[in-house]
């Protein structure tokens, strides 16, 4: 099933295939934790230069109308996506998820060259994965 959308000119643009979704999408989605909560959702994701793969979905969650949010990186390979919810299932506790490494809006982590191998180690992840 293809699913399409009219885009800015007015052209109408793929927007989901069977293997692909365009971030469109994807940016806003639900994450869920295995017992169905919601703990975030999708606010952008970050796609290695060199081989065109996501490498991280930045969830947003906590504050109230965009005050004291924190994004907070995730290994893509971590998210599942399930039909049935219509979202991202993660299979990491509430808590590993508010106390692993974030950033506010302002903040820039992705400077730090050691930031990737903080999030990977915070999730118990080689860096990679």
Do not use: C
């Amino acid at each position: 099933m293809i699913h399409s959308q009219t885009g800015a000119a007015g052209h109408e643009t793929t927007t989901e295939t069977q293997r692909l979704i365009s971030s469109r999408k994807v940016e806003g989605t639900n994450v869920y934790n295995l017992e169905g909560e919601h703990v975030g959702s999708v606010d952008s994701f970050m796609v290695d230069k060199y081989s065109g793969r996501v490498s991280y979905a930045v969830m947003s969650f906590g504050g109230f109308l965009g005050i004291g949010e924190r994004y907070h990186p995730l290994p893509w390979d971590t998210l599942d996506y399930d039909t049935a919810l219509g979202g991202y299932v993660v299979n990491i506790p509430r808590e590993q998820l508010e106390g692993g490494p974030s950033f506010a809006r302002d903040e820039d982590p992705w400077v730090d060259p050691e930031y990737d191998r903080r999030v990977h180690g915070h999730y118990g992840l080689p860096l990679g994965v």
